[in-house]
């Protein structure tokens, strides 16, 4: 189903997005119109070179109830102008997600709205079909490469709750990679941007770095092995005694390694997936140059069109919650069921995609 059909879901959508160190809240119609948005990101946990969960959900809840009546007088609207209230509800930092899904419950109870709890994942995953982002749209089936601080998955995305896991990391995401490389040559939090600079000043060739289960069958990850040898590479300088141009050339070898990993990865997927019609680039990874140039390039040499949001809709942002509660509005009002009462569904840590297909109980078919 297209998501541009119109169906009578309850609209706008307050949505708020609290799993992880951003507190972000927007409003979203039912074209995907974004009415507003805004996102806070917390500078508190840069001391300690990555999120504090206490720090995060102490400052999510000093921050979410100025930051929706920022976002209601930016969208023009009255509370109870609004259609439903939704807020990631897992997987992620389970303080963060406590404080957020409490305060979206509130508004709903308050304004007698209907409340959809959303999977972060998902909501990565139906970042595409929102409207305009991809020319043509995004239909179903494709291929979705999930890669961020916390994240690095290979997901089929078959339709509104269907969804098939076909490999993830085995050991750390990329951007955790990302940010344990940046601390080893002495960059700053959060890793990702600060070591693409560096790397755009340095020669990979005089640092060779090995491609962890580059070219086994499969699409599991694996960047443990890749950050130690980062280590070896480091090892011969003394404290204080790294040169910039080594230390670009590492960064810009980790770089390379990491960019040509996931593409072996994501093209060992796609064999696993020939349905697919597209290839999808999420998460804050997603935003790398050298990776994006990467997968442009394999997903041509497939036919495929390749997808990636702009920033802000890569990283963790409450856009894609919103479209994922309308994309639930719509699959439930089209297989002839009730808008989401998710009241009682308690924020998780963990929260499994192939657990989402149980909220479409095969009562009717879709329409």
């Not at 508190?44 to 007088?73: K, M, N, Q, S």
């Given at each position: 189903?297209?998501?541009?059909?119109?169906?009578?879901?309850?609209?706008?959508?307050?949505?708020?997005?609290?799993?992880?160190?951003?507190?972000?809240?927007?409003?979203?119609?039912?074209?995907?119109?974004?009415?507003?948005?805004?996102?806070?990101?917390?500078?508190?946990?840069i001391?300690?070179?990555?999120?504090?969960?206490?720090?995060?959900?102490?400052a999510?809840l000093?921050?979410l109830?100025?930051?929706?009546?920022?976002?209601?007088?930016?969208?023009?609207?009255?509370?109870?102008g609004?259609?439903?209230?939704a807020?990631?509800?897992?997987?992620?930092?389970?303080?963060?997600?406590?404080?957020?899904?409490?305060?979206?419950?509130?508004?709903a109870?308050?304004?007698?709205?209907?409340?959809?709890?959303?999977?972060?994942?998902?909501?990565?995953?139906?970042?595409?079909?929102?409207?305009?982002?991809?020319?043509?749209?995004?239909?179903?089936?494709?291929?979705?490469?999930?890669?961020?601080?916390?994240?690095?998955?290979?997901?089929?995305?078959?339709?509104?709750?269907?969804?098939?896991?076909?490999g993830?990391?085995?050991?750390d995401?990329?951007?955790?990679?990302?940010?344990?490389?940046?601390?080893?040559?002495?960059?700053?939090?959060?890793?990702?941007?600060?070591?693409?600079?560096?790397?755009?000043?340095?020669?990979?060739a005089p640092?060779?770095?090995?491609?962890?289960l580059?070219?086994r069958?499969?699409?599991d990850?694996?960047?443990?092995?890749l950050?130690?040898?980062?280590?070896?590479?480091?090892?011969?300088?003394?404290?204080?005694?790294?040169?910039?141009?080594?230390?670009?050339?590492?960064?810009?070898?980790?770089?390379?390694?990491?960019?040509?990993?996931?593409a072996?990865?994501?093209?060992?997927?796609?064999?696993?997936?020939?349905?697919?019609?597209?290839?999808?680039?999420?998460?804050?990874?997603?935003?790398?140059t050298?990776?994006?140039?990467?997968?442009?390039?394999?997903?041509?040499?497939?036919?495929?069109?390749?997808?990636?949001?702009?920033?802000?809709?890569?990283?963790?942002?409450?856009?894609?919650?919103?479209?994922?509660?309308?994309?639930?509005?719509?699959?439930?009002?089209?297989?002839?069921?009730?808008?989401?009462?998710?009241?009682?569904?308690?924020?998780?840590?963990?929260?499994?995609?192939?657990?989402?297909?149980?909220?479409?109980?095969?009562?009717?078919?879709?329409?």
């Amino acid at each position: 189903m297209s998501p541009s059909s119109a169906h009578p879901v309850p609209t706008p959508v307050l949505a708020i997005e609290s799993s992880c160190d951003d507190t972000a809240c927007a409003i979203v119609a039912s074209d995907g119109a974004i009415l507003a948005e805004a996102v806070l990101s917390q500078s508190g946990h840069i001391p300690f070179g990555g999120v504090v969960p206490e720090i995060a959900a102490r400052a999510h809840l000093a921050a979410l109830p100025a930051l929706v009546r920022h976002t209601l007088d930016r969208a023009g609207l009255p509370p109870s102008g609004l259609g439903a209230i939704a807020a990631s509800t897992g997987p992620g930092l389970i303080g963060g997600l406590i404080v957020g899904a409490g305060v979206a419950k509130g508004l709903a109870v308050a304004l007698d709205r209907p409340f959809v709890a959303v999977n972060h994942i998902e909501a990565h995953a139906l970042t595409a079909r929102l409207p305009g982002l991809v020319p043509g749209g995004a239909p179903f089936p494709y291929l979705l490469l999930l890669v961020s601080g916390g994240h690095c998955q290979c997901i089929a995305v078959e339709g509104v709750g269907r969804y098939r896991k076909l490999g993830g990391t085995i050991d750390d995401a990329a951007g955790e990679a990302f940010d344990k490389v940046a601390k080893m040559l002495g960059l700053g939090w959060p890793g990702g941007p600060a070591v693409e600079a560096l790397a755009a000043e340095g020669d990979p060739a005089p640092y060779p770095l090995p491609r962890p289960l580059f070219g086994r069958p499969g699409c599991d990850f694996s960047f443990s092995g890749l950050k130690t040898a980062v280590a070896q590479k480091l090892a011969p300088f003394a404290a204080g005694a790294l040169p910039r141009s080594a230390a670009a050339g590492i960064a810009a070898s980790f770089q390379d390694a990491v960019a040509a990993i996931v593409a072996d990865r994501v093209a060992h997927a796609l064999d696993m997936m020939p349905q697919a019609t597209l290839l999808v680039a999420a998460g804050g990874v997603a935003a790398n140059t050298r990776l994006r140039a990467c997968l442009t390039d394999l997903a041509a040499s497939r036919g495929l069109p390749f997808a990636a949001p702009p920033l802000r809709l890569c990283t963790d942002n409450a856009v894609m919650v919103a479209w994922a509660a309308i994309e639930t509005l719509r699959e439930r009002h089209a297989r002839g069921l009730p808008p989401a009462d998710d009241l009682d569904l308690l924020p998780r840590p963990r929260w499994p995609l192939e657990q989402m297909a149980e909220r479409f109980p095969m009562t009717a078919p879709p329409g």
